[in-house]
């Protein structure tokens, strides 16, 4: 397997020094690794006036190795969503300062003023403006990459250059096959075995999945981020900024917002069950659930009836009906995102937050339970709040 | 604008002669154009004991000229899933010999015993294997184009491969536009006048018209045909062979049957104000739509069960499901043919064929009518034999 490797910290100092507009010439840069996800290696080189990010992705998964191999394509693919998005909604993205497809590397603004949207409701930190802003986003990035806004002829290019096959069959395996069957992959706490028996049974949510599934296969309606769940997302008081596009692909819109609740969902079950979190702070979750999907509707909408090219899609009784298959194919990929997160693989910082091992099993059955909720009564929910019924006090 | 054109009849004999193996060294050949259609040229070679069909595409459509560009991508297209369908189901497409992509120009088997569907369906001509052939054709090339086969990896390659732009805009146009607006392209019968216009003003029905056209831009299931109109078979008492798939792309599975059944439904309306013609000839006709779409089905449904590759599309439940959409989709898909065929630029040449204006006016009533029907009541017919049902006899 061929390919390049930052060799030391004199090539990732010249690398961004070169590629980014914020280091005096003078400065003395240090490098300091801070890859955290599973995937890509990513460093911060600083002064100590600036820093940026640097972030390479080699073909195979960092934390494994060469053992499983991955698509390089990824790195291009976030660095051209990071363009869009940029286009689109500035303050919602870090600043892409150069992409090197030799290097399969890019150089960001870094965000070390902000937090992990995932730890500071761990935190039970308050984020007012989340809601707007990542509504905004949602909004902005689906509806401009959709056939509301495009013309064919760029909707089937776009379609092309987001073709994404690795990370989309990674989604497709964690999301919507390990969680239904007895997976050696799923990671099941021992009071959810026999729920998580009785889900493999479950004939009619299957059937679902199997829709979802085959929706996420086919259904090419808009450029998604792919993967934004609350660890995507960094926050302050003022600021909201989404990383890590490379699972983007075009596919389903509900998937995007469907995530992005789920994740929500996820911190409520497991809030729930740590001593001293107050019944206040979850209050505010649900409510920035309601506020994320109708700020995200709303504005969506009003795009639909304001910059819609085609007459057919603008009319009002199928943006009505648009926005109410919305909600069902968002309520039932948020439901496969919080089961998957609760007994698959790739799990939530959540629970390991919760202090006692019973208590971890109250919240992952409350979640499980929740999930197959969510994508039985998809259709039937009818409206945001509806949904936030089901949940607990 | 460059491009290669046979330059004369010389060309293309010694292009047919060295790309086919039909001719004898010696043999004496003769050139002639029978380009029909509207977009290519279309020739055939010919010795005294053999013959082929040389078609090349140039880059506008021929009947307009330079003024109405066309990407000559199409004759690729058009190559390929001819090779496609001719490993899934040989006895129904024309044995490619050569696609030359230099000249965009191809070479195949001449299918000069067989007759056009469409003329032979005017002539009252039983065609008695029509739809178990045509029923095989469809379940096998559109599930073998689809997740239920082929891995994601594969699907996805097959998207890119067949995005075709300029072949999908136009169907858009003429399928989803016009016909629904008073655009200039229409061609209506003085008697269906204030029809289309009561069509027009109709809130429902272009609603559900904008969710067919939303399908058609991003449901990517399968490798359609894409124009699999009664002009596009040939036919003998015990061959059917699909020429033409040009249009093709990975678009709604049920595009393909819906333009069929829309045809034969456009025969059957024009028959019935035709001097002479049997009522038994048009049973034979409702007979062969029921054929046609049961057919399908089964086999579609076979090899779902059979030859799937995700456990999770096999389930009984998800099958069921999954036809049930499939016959919706088909009956909305049938229902714009009918009415784009009744009332917008390309008509079928059914009309011309009736001898009075009074009766083309009621035959194209009927269509525009029954169009709307299939349209509005595609979710609620539930079998074939309902859709019949709304025919008269």
Known sequence: ????????????????????????????????????????YVY?????????????????????????????????????????????CPAQVPQLYYYDAARCALVMEDMGDHQNLREALLAERVVPQLAAHLAHFMARTLFYSSDFYLDSHQKKALVKDFINPDLCK???????????CDHERNNIHPALQTAAAEMWQH????????????QFLCQAQALLHGDLHT????????????????????????????????????????????????????????QTIADLWNGFTAQFDQLMASDTRDASFKQASYRQYYLQQLLADTLGFAGTEVIRRTIGIAQVAEWQAIDNDAAVGVAKGQALALGQQLILQRRTLGTIEAMLELLDN
Not at 61 to 70: M, Y
Not at 170 to 180: G, L
């Open 170 to 180: 990674s989604t497709e395996e964690v999301f919507f096959v390990d969680p239904y």
């Open 231 to 286: 660890g995507s997302i960094f926050v302050t008081e003022q600021s909201s900024q989404v990383i890590d596009p490379e699972f983007g692909f075009v596919g389903p819109i509900g998937f995007d917002p469907g995530v992005l609740i789920a994740n929500y969902l996820l911190s409520y079950c497991a809030l729930g069950q740590m001593a001293g979190v107050s019944a206040h702070y979850r209050q505010g979750l649900r």
């Open 44 to 88: 911060r080189i600083k002064s100590d006036q600036a820093s940026v990010i640097v972030k390479q992705a080699l073909p195979f998964i960092r934390i494994i190795g060469e053992g499983w191999p991955l698509s390089q394509d990824r790195i291009r693919i976030e660095a051209q969503s990071l363009q869009r998005a940029a286009e689109l």
């Open 203 to 214: 004939a009619a949510l299957k059937c679902e999945v199997a829709q979802l599934k085959m």
């Open 1 to 40: 397997m061929s390919f390049h490797k930052f060799a030391d910290n004199a090539e990732l100092i010249a690398f961004a020094r070169q590629h980014s507009p914020v280091f005096a010439p003078a400065a003395v840069l240090t490098v300091e690794e801070i890859s955290d996800g599973n995937i890509n």
